[in-house]
Structures are given as C-alpha cells and as structure tokens.
C-alpha cells in the first residue's frame, strides 16, 4: 500500500495535485482538478498492469476539456432543460439547456486534499465549497476515493444551508484492451436495466421510458458492442433506467483478449452509456489522438431533466441534510 502526491502544472503559473494509490491488486491516479479519476492500471490474465481509464494528456489540458474524461461532475450531472428549474435560472452552455452544470461545475474547480492510509486500505478525500456553479449555496461537497483489494468506490457527499439539487457523477470512460490497444467495439457489455429513456434531438427527456427488448439497447445479457452500434449510427449516449426494487443496479464490461472485467454498481437509478461515436474534437488522450469509440462512459447518476419530472424522484438537497451517493468499481480478471 502506498500514496504518493505530487505537485503538477496546470499553465499559466498554475498547479494542481497528482495522487497515485497502490496495492497489489490496483494502481490509480486522481487529480485535485476536478476530482478526476485519470488513471487505473489493472492487471489482465497474465499478470500485465496496464491503464484502462481515458485520461487528457497533459494534465493542464484538463482545464479545457469538454467531454469530462474521468471529472466529478456536479452538483447536477447531466442535461437541464432550457436551463431553467423553476424561478432558477442556470447557465445554457449546450444549445438552450444546462450541461454538467456548466463551465463553474465541479469538474473546472481545484479540490482540497486529504487522505488516510492503514495497512489494507486507503482512502483519498477531496473537498470544496461549492459558491459558483449557478445552484442555491453554498454547497459543501466532498468526493472520497477508497481502494481495497480489487475495489475502488467513489463517494460524493452534499449538504447546504439552503434548498438546492444534489445529482454528481464521475464521467470515467473506460477501455479494457489496455493502453488503448484497440477501440471498444469487440468489448462485451451487460446492463441490468429493462428500459431506456427517450430523448429528443438535444437529448432532452420527452418523459417516456422504451423497453430495450428485442432492441439494439438490450444488454439485459452480455453481447459486444459491435452488435448495437452497428445498428445505432448515432451509437450510445442513452439513460438506462432500471426497475425501482432492483436494489443495487449492475453495469459488467468485459474485454476477452485481456481478459479484464469491470463490474460498476449503484443505487443510482439510472446510468448513463456513451460511447463517443460521433467524435469530431480534436483531444489528447493517454498521449494518443481521441478517435470514436475509444472509451466507454460509464456515468451512475438519477434520472436526467428529473426536477422536470418529479413523478420519477427527486435530487432535491434540503437544508442542513447530508446526502451521499456512491459508485463502487470492482477490477477483475476472467
């Protein structure tokens, strides 16, 4: 077991904190920017550590990065429609409607850092008080990192003396093979979710949820997924929903070259596939141009658009209440 932080370079005179944790199963590397996940060498049947996360290269460009490899995303993940909730007004920084909270989100801002170590485990904490983003505040927030064994879970604390909303997210994209030895078109994905939520052309909630049966969204069992992007020209960037009284919600995805397997899991009600098909930015990742389908996002996180449609839920963050939400990631091998 073993932290290690050091000091790296955001420009313009600017630093930030890198961190790396170890143990025999998992190398992973977080950033202060943003409370990213950047890096997590996972071994494959062979024993071969390697990275399977997307991260920007280098670090400074995290800065400018606007398709959140591996950011916290909060307070709100996801699209707001007309950026408005009620009398609040939010910034429009995709079309007319809020994205990920905007430019004064929680991936754009530098995180305290702490961290505690004892023989078998290590938890890294990254704090901030949150007076910016556009939400009722301020927001005290913390994202903590635990890694044990094969498990890595990330937890996002809220409270507030005031009324505001509470729905973050890590956006890590993931890619199995291993130093982006391949796309993940031949990666095998499995979802326990029954439905997916329709969306109009800006990707906005019409309020309908669609089975995914005898559909190109059915992952209810493990297929590649070559099979539904071949009939998905847009391909994946699809809330999957899944039942109420399913308890914890599972999303498996496994590379049978390597013979990696990732298992995400939340009580989160739905979780959010994208798979970067339509790539036109020009992105550095893991010091390799990013080209389409490189990376899976895998994004737990309530319902989109959900203060639009308060007869799925709420995210609501009421006065002096704590909330916690966490995503656990277990690294293994087949």
């Known amino acids: 077991m073993s932290v290690k932080v050091e000091k790296v370079s955001m420009g313009e005179g600017k630093t930030t904190q890198l961190v790396r944790i170890e143990n025999e199963r998992l190398t992973v590397e977080l950033v202060a920017y943003g ?16 990275n399977v996360v997307l991260n920007v290269t280098p670090i400074s460009a995290l800065a400018t990065d606007l398709q959140y490899f591996g950011a916290t995303v909060g307070p709100v993940a996801g699209r707001i429609k007309q950026a408005q909730i009620g009398s609040l007004s939010l910034e429009a920084n995709e079309n007319d409607n809020s994205l990920h909270s905007g430019s004064q989100g929680w991936s ?59 729905n973050p997210t890590n956006h890590g994209y993931f890619n199995l093979s291993g130093e982006l030895k391949t796309d993940i078109r031949q990666q095998i994905l499995e979802i326990s979710a029954d439905h997916i939520l329709e969306t109009d052309a800006e990707l906005i909630p019409t ?11 059915d992952f209810t069992t493990a297929k590649p997924l070559e099979n539904a992007l071949n009939e ?6 699809t809330a999957f929903v899944f039942d109420d009284h399913a308890g914890e919600n599972q999303v498996t995805l496994y590379d049978e070259v390597s013979g990696r397997r990732l298992e995400v899991m939340s009580e989160a009600g739905s979780v959010i596939i994208y798979s970067a098909s339509g790539w036109n930015r020009d992105t550095q990742v893991n ?46 091998v087949n």
Do not use: C
């Open 35 to 50: 409370a990213h996940l950047y890096r997590v060498l996972a071994r494959d049947r062979y024993g071969i550590a390697e």
């Open 108 to 166: 754009f801002q530098e995180w305290d850092l702490d961290w505690q170590e004892t023989d078998d485990e290590i938890t890294v904490i990254f704090s901030y008080i949150d007076h910016q983003s556009g939400f009722p505040g301020p927001i005290t927030t913390q994202v903590i990192y635990h890694l044990i064994d094969e498990y890595l879970s990330i937890t996002f604390t809220g409270e507030s003396p005031v009324d505001t909303f509470f």
């Open 207 to 217: 309020g309908t949820f669609l089975p995914v049966a005898e559909t190109a969204y």
């Open 232 to 237: 998905l020209p847009n391909g994946l960037d």
């Open 287 to 332: 010091y390799h141009p990013m080209a389409k389908e490189l990376g899976l996002a895998i994004e737990f996180q309530e319902l989109p658009d959900l203060p639009h449609h308060p007869e799925w839920g709420s995210i609501a963050l009421p006065p002096d209440e704590k909330v916690a939400k966490t995503i656990h990631y277990r690294f293994g």
